[in-house]
């Protein structure tokens, strides 16, 4: 697949506001490139494609960098005008004195193919202090009539109000709980500002978003009939996940998994305490009477399984018969082995390939995603129960 | 539709609304190419993508002398070659293969399916499969018949569980006529009943036939225009750059006629004539699609000439490589009088099409594989614009490509900017996978999930195969009473025939270049 990359830059005074105008128009001028002709007169029409905006806030250059090519694998399916706010170390320091950075990127397949699906990309230098303004710079560079997303790479800065106010430009912001320092402790503050602005910007967790193989496999039991009684009868609930040697502690997936089976079982918390081998234990309320245990433990993981699910089993009783149902990851942990058991015996099994979704992937789910995920807005707010309430209990 | 929904509360919000319950899948002719190259790989797939019911098993049905780990292994070879996942995965295959078994059998002898049925109780016992079968005829259509004439005998289409289900999967060709293909069908329903019968053509599998469907009853803006006011004609080509590919032997019996036109280029046109159906479900989407097929004026001998243009591609060169004749293919006889091109002119007689003619143009060793259906609209009533500041406006087009660069194009009129009023059209695109990153399941994958499901829409009915049959069975017999063609009469690389392109210029109008 040939590639064709031009790039603008749009200078501006160090200091001085960004021009906008001036952005526009190099988007614009870069249509009329000599680059563009040549490949029309090739016989291959460029279309200039969007599907969506997406708008970036990269935290520091590192993460601008990885943006890029996050953007670019995401682009070859799903072009959008992206604008990419590089945020730079230090408040109020312009390196250089570039406004903005334009770019139109085309892609040429293959000799069969007459179309060149082009995106553009607009990556413009910010200061870390630039959140109050950052809406009146996104506003006028979206193009017209089309879902705007709003992808934050970095803790999102819940006490802010401007923070507020830059989320509501966007009818969806994404997000990765993972990357919060502190992801169970966060996850209140998280469901405060689903609530609060649920009516015009839908929220996505990337850490919900790696739950939804486990969410698969785990309903697949449960679509046998003959199995559907366990649901009732949930006496116990395991659920581990991942603590790469030397990071902090970071189970909000694992939270996310428990108030998700909480919120679509109607279980309710009643107390919880730290275990002495890691991890907690909760005393649980199921909907139709009776109480189960869930646990959410850690196991020791390489960096690149830190905080990710990492098993999942249910136990389940009643009078005549007691059934097992676990998934986890196997082998290079690419696979995920599902078992049922019965009366201590394993009676099936059976492996998919589940390899922990990359960045583009996931980005890719969500960004097909509209309007507001109920199912996740519950999960949030269940999960926020167990997190509270660890806090409250002055628990570690 | 049969029921097969569980309520399951956790399923709400995920991506698969409803996931097949466990079932046995009985290959008949799974020592063949079709099982290895195309079933199974799907199959594998689907248990990639965890779609598969925990307990899932296939057993192999074949007169090859084999035992199940060679079978297995020679399964394996095909996933690690043709899956979209490919190579396996060991976890995942080694779980899969579980499920899998091989019994050598004779299609006749009535012994051997009692083998089969002590086979499928094993897996009803030990992998929970509850007396849900699947039988999947992938065998020459001469073995149908003998087949399901045994399973019935066994009583292999009964279960003995109450809420257990039987479905038939039976592969294209049904039949060679409109004759052969309703024998066919009864046959079947002696053994099978109507809804238990899923007739595949994996053309309907694919994703972009099924967008034809959401393009036309999702936007609210084609329908109004959908008709005979504002449609000139219908252009439908399905080109192949390809020759026979090794396929001499049957390709010889069967032409392009029988082999693209009646089952892929007919469903394409119902999809494209029919009447919105009253819902999305099975029987209520094929009613619609009948009702299309059945409006296609019925063929008069003395007329095939005049609607249809045959022709044999003979040496020519392909991309820039020399390639040879139909009649050098091997398995080919070397004086064989079979259609590797057919167009055919097709009216459909009812309020919406009166009067719109759909052009059909199927051929091997044409520049280029492309499938596209292509609506050409009418001109505009009063032309504003003319001589050289119109001359070279063309009518608006819109273009369903169906493969490659799946998509969507609307040509249209605009200014060339400048200080004159000049006009040319512009081709305004969609391109499918450019706004969508999922991977485009295999056809087959999508098939075989939606007969487990007991969602037979995608599935071909009995009466409209038998539809689709009858103006193919009148060309062939009118092709039958003409005198014998001069093949070959295009050359290997081109278009096919000339007299395919007169054969439009008598109507005034011209093939689109697709």
């Given at each position: 697949?040939?590639?064709?990359?031009l790039?603008?830059?749009v200078h501006g005074?160090?200091g001085?506001?960004?021009?906008?105008?001036?952005?526009a128009?190099?988007l614009?001028?870069?249509?009329q490139a000599p680059d563009?002709?040549?490949l029309?007169?090739?016989?291959?029409?460029?279309?200039?494609t969007?599907?969506?905006?997406?708008?970036v806030?990269?935290?520091d250059p590192?993460?601008?960098?990885?943006?890029?090519?996050?953007?670019?694998?995401?682009?070859?399916?799903?072009?959008?005008?992206v604008?990419?706010?590089a945020v730079?170390?230090?408040?109020?320091?312009?390196?250089?004195?570039?406004?903005?950075?334009?770019?139109?990127?085309?892609?040429?397949?293959g000799?069969?193919?007459r179309?060149?699906?082009?995106?553009?990309?607009?990556t413009?230098?910010?200061?870390?202090?630039a959140?109050?303004?950052?809406?009146?710079v996104i506003d006028p560079?979206l193009?017209p009539?089309l879902?705007?997303?709003?992808?934050?790479?970095?803790?999102?800065?819940?006490?802010?109000?401007?923070?507020?106010?830059?989320?509501?430009?966007?009818?969806?912001l994404?997000?990765?709980s993972?990357?919060?320092?502190?992801?169970?402790?966060?996850?209140?503050r998280?469901?405060?500002?689903?609530?609060a602005v649920?009516?015009?910007?839908?929220?996505s967790?990337?850490?919900?978003?790696?739950l939804?193989?486990?969410?698969?496999l785990?309903a697949?039991f449960?679509?046998?009939?003959?199995?559907?009684?366990a649901?009732?009868e949930?006496t116990?609930?395991?659920v581990?996940y991942?603590?790469?040697?030397?990071q902090?502690?970071n189970?909000?997936?694992?939270?996310l998994?428990?108030?998700?089976a909480?919120?679509?079982l109607?279980?309710q918390?009643?107390?919880?305490?730290?275990?002495?081998?890691?991890?907690?234990?909760?005393?649980?309320?199921?909907?139709?009477g009776?109480?189960?245990?869930?646990?959410?433990?850690?196991?020791t993981?390489?960096?690149s399984?830190?905080?990710?699910?990492?098993?999942a089993?249910?136990a389940?009783r009643?009078?005549?018969?007691?059934?097992?149902?676990?998934?986890?990851?196997?082998?290079d942990?690419s696979?995920?082995?599902?078992a049922i058991?019965?009366?201590?015996?394993?009676?099936?099994?059976?492996?998919?390939r589940?390899?922990?979704?990359?960045l583009?992937t996931?980005?890719v789910?969500?960004?097909?995603?509209?309007?507001?995920?109920?199912?996740?807005?519950d999960?949030?707010h269940?999960a926020?129960?167990?997190?509270d309430?660890l806090?409250?209990?002055?628990i570690p | 539709?049969?029921?097969t929904?569980?309520?399951?509360?956790?399923?709400?919000?995920l991506?698969?609304?409803?996931?097949?319950?466990?079932?046995?899948?009985?290959?008949?002719?799974?020592?063949?190419?079709?099982?290895?190259r195309?079933?199974?790989?799907?199959l594998?797939?689907l248990a990639?993508?965890?779609?598969?019911?925990?307990?899932?098993?296939?057993?192999g049905y074949?007169?090859?002398d084999?035992?199940t780990?060679?079978f297995?292994a020679?399964l394996?070879?095909?996933v690690?070659?043709?899956?979209?996942?490919?190579?396996?995965?060991?976890?995942v295959?080694?779980?899969?293969?579980?499920?899998?078994?091989?019994?050598r059998?004779?299609?006749?002898?009535?012994?051997d399916?009692?083998?089969l049925?002590?086979e499928l109780?094993?897996?009803?016992?030990?992998?929970?499969?509850a007396?849900?079968r699947?039988?999947y005829?992938?065998?020459?259509?001469?073995?149908?018949?003998?087949?399901v004439?045994?399973?019935?005998?066994?009583?292999?289409?009964r279960?003995?569980?109450?809420?257990?289900?039987?479905r038939?999967?039976?592969?294209?060709?049904f039949?060679?006529?409109?004759a052969?293909a309703?024998?066919l069908?009864?046959?079947?329903?002696?053994?099978?009943r109507?809804?238990?019968?899923?007739r595949?053509?994996?053309?309907?599998?694919?994703?972009?036939?099924?967008?034809?469907l959401a393009?036309?009853?999702?936007?609210?803006?084609?329908e109004?225009i959908?008709?005979?006011?504002y449609?000139?004609?219908?252009?439908?080509?399905m080109?192949?750059?390809?020759?026979?590919?090794?396929?001499?032997?049957?390709?010889?019996?069967?032409g392009?006629l029988?082999?693209?036109?009646?089952?892929?280029?007919?469903?394409?046109?119902?999809?494209i004539?029919?009447?919105?159906?009253?819902?999305f479900e099975?029987?209520?989407?094929?009613?619609e699609k009948?009702?299309a097929?059945?409006?296609?004026?019925?063929?008069?001998?003395?007329?095939?000439?005049?609607?249809?243009?045959?022709?044999?591609?003979?040496?020519?060169?392909?991309?820039?490589?020399?390639?040879p004749?139909?009649?050098?293919?091997?398995g080919?006889?070397?004086?064989?009088?079979?259609?590797?091109f057919?167009?055919v002119?097709?009216?459909?007689?009812?309020?919406?099409?009166?009067g719109?003619?759909?052009y059909?143009r199927s051929?091997k060793r044409?520049?280029?594989?492309?499938?596209?259906?292509?609506i050409?609209?009418?001109?505009?009533?009063?032309?504003?614009?003319?001589g050289?500041?119109?001359?070279?406006?063309?009518?608006?087009?819109?273009?369903?490509?169906i493969?490659?660069?799946?998509?969507?194009?609307?040509?249209?009129?605009?200014?060339?900017?400048?200080?004159?009023m000049?006009?040319?059209?512009v081709?305004?695109g969609?391109l499918?996978?450019?706004?969508?990153?999922?991977?485009?399941?295999?056809?087959y994958?999508?098939?075989?999930?939606?007969c487990?499901?007991?969602?037979?829409?995608?599935?071909?009915?009995?009466?409209?195969?038998?539809?689709?049959?009858r103006?193919?069975?009148?060309?062939?017999?009118?092709?039958?009473?003409?005198?014998?063609?001069?093949f070959?009469?295009?050359?290997?690389?081109?278009?096919?025939?000339?007299?395919?392109?007169e054969f439009?210029?008598r109507?005034?109008?011209q093939?689109?270049r697709?």
């Amino acid at each position: 697949m040939a590639e064709l990359d031009l790039t603008r830059e749009v200078h501006g005074f160090p200091g001085s506001p960004i021009d906008v105008d001036a952005i526009a128009r190099e988007l614009s001028g870069l249509w009329q490139a000599p680059d563009v002709d040549e490949l029309r007169r090739e016989a291959v029409v460029p279309s200039r494609t969007s599907v969506l905006n997406l708008i970036v806030h990269a935290t520091d250059p590192d993460s601008a960098a990885r943006v890029e090519q996050v953007v670019d694998r995401l682009a070859v399916h799903h072009p959008s005008r992206v604008i990419i706010f590089a945020v730079s170390h230090e408040p109020g320091d312009f390196s250089t004195d570039v406004d903005a950075e334009v770019n139109a990127h085309c892609l040429v397949r293959g000799a069969e193919s007459r179309l060149a699906p082009c995106y553009e990309q607009v990556t413009i230098p910010t200061p870390p202090d630039a959140l109050p303004y950052l809406r009146t710079v996104i506003d006028p560079l979206l193009l017209p009539d089309l879902p705007t997303i709003l992808w934050w790479t970095g803790p999102l800065p819940l006490h802010d109000r401007d923070f507020a106010r830059t989320v509501t430009v966007a009818d969806r912001l994404i997000f990765d709980s993972l990357a919060f320092t502190q992801g169970a402790a966060n996850l209140g503050r998280v469901a405060d500002l689903c609530r609060a602005v649920a009516d015009r910007c839908a929220l996505s967790d990337l850490a919900w978003t790696r739950l939804r193989q486990w969410r698969e496999l785990t309903a697949h039991f449960f679509d046998i009939p003959e199995h559907r009684w366990a649901l009732d009868e949930v006496t116990r609930v395991t659920v581990s996940y991942g603590r790469g040697r030397g990071q902090d502690d970071n189970p909000v997936e694992a939270f996310l998994y428990a108030g998700w089976a909480a919120s679509r079982l109607g279980w309710q918390l009643v107390r919880g305490e730290r275990r002495e081998r890691g991890g907690w234990e909760f005393l649980v309320r199921r909907a139709e009477g009776g109480e189960l245990t869930l646990i959410v433990k850690p196991v020791t993981v390489s960096h690149s399984f830190h905080g990710a699910l990492m098993s999942a089993a249910l136990a389940a009783r009643d009078r005549w018969r007691s059934a097992e149902f676990s998934a986890a990851r196997v082998g290079d942990r690419s696979a995920i082995r599902m078992a049922i058991g019965q009366q201590g015996r394993t009676v099936l099994e059976h492996a998919v390939r589940c390899a922990p979704p990359d960045l583009s992937t996931l980005l890719v789910h969500e960004l097909n995603q509209l309007g507001r995920d109920r199912v996740f807005e519950d999960a949030l707010h269940e999960a926020r129960h167990f997190a509270d309430a660890l806090r409250l209990w002055g628990i570690p | 539709m049969e029921e097969t929904a569980v309520e399951n509360p956790l399923r709400e919000g995920l991506q698969l609304e409803r996931v097949p319950p466990p079932c046995a899948m009985v290959i008949f002719g799974a020592s063949g190419d079709l099982m290895r190259r195309k079933l199974l790989p799907a199959l594998y797939n689907l248990a990639v993508e965890g779609l598969l019911p925990p307990g899932f098993s296939v057993v192999g049905y074949a007169r090859r002398d084999m035992t199940t780990e060679e079978f297995r292994a020679r399964l394996r070879e095909g996933v690690d070659a043709f899956s979209r996942r490919r190579p396996a995965d060991p976890e995942v295959w080694q779980s899969f293969e579980q499920g899998i078994s091989y019994l050598r059998g004779e299609f006749e002898d009535a012994s051997d399916y009692g083998r089969l049925a002590e086979e499928l109780a094993r897996l009803d016992r030990e992998r929970g499969t509850a007396g849900n079968r699947i039988y999947y005829l992938a065998t020459p259509p001469t073995e149908y018949e003998t087949i399901v004439d045994n399973l019935g005998a066994a009583g292999l289409n009964r279960s003995g569980q109450p809420d257990a289900w039987m479905r038939l999967i039976v592969e294209k060709p049904f039949g060679r006529d409109l004759a052969s293909a309703m024998e066919l069908n009864e046959h079947l329903l002696r053994t099978f009943r109507e809804s238990q019968i899923y007739r595949i053509d994996h053309y309907l599998g694919k994703e972009t036939v099924q967008n034809t469907l959401a393009f036309r009853f999702a936007n609210g803006i084609f329908e109004p225009i959908w008709n005979r006011n504002y449609i000139d004609n219908v252009q439908i080509t399905m080109a192949e750059s390809i020759g026979i590919e090794g396929r001499g032997h049957y390709y010889d019996q069967a032409g392009t006629l029988r082999d693209m036109v009646q089952n892929h280029m007919l469903q394409l046109v119902s999809l494209i004539a029919m009447e919105p159906p009253i819902t999305f479900e099975a029987d209520a989407v094929r009613d619609e699609k009948v009702k299309a097929l059945r409006a296609i004026r019925p063929v008069r001998q003395d007329q095939v000439d005049a609607i249809t243009v045959r022709g044999q591609f003979g040496p020519g060169w392909i991309a820039g490589q020399a390639v040879p004749g139909y009649r050098e293919e091997p398995g080919v006889d070397p004086n064989s009088q079979t259609e590797t091109f057919v167009a055919v002119r097709l009216l459909i007689d009812n309020w919406r099409w009166a009067g719109v003619p759909f052009y059909l143009r199927s051929g091997k060793r044409l520049p280029r594989r492309v499938t596209e259906v292509a609506i050409e609209f009418n001109q505009v009533p009063h032309p504003l614009f003319r001589g050289p500041v119109a001359a070279s406006l063309e009518p608006n087009v819109l273009a369903i490509r169906i493969q490659p660069d799946e998509g969507i194009s609307l040509k249209i009129a605009a200014k060339v900017p400048g200080p004159q009023m000049r006009l040319r059209s512009v081709n305004m695109g969609f391109l499918y996978g450019t706004s969508f990153m999922v991977e485009s399941p295999d056809a087959y994958e999508r098939l075989l999930l939606d007969c487990m499901l007991g969602d037979s829409t995608l599935f071909t009915r009995r009466d409209e195969t038998e539809a689709a049959w009858r103006p193919i069975t009148a060309i062939l017999e009118g092709w039958a009473e003409a005198p014998p063609p001069r093949f070959p009469n295009y050359e290997a690389g081109t278009w096919g025939p000339e007299a395919a392109d007169e054969f439009l210029a008598r109507d005034g109008r011209q093939w689109r270049r697709p």
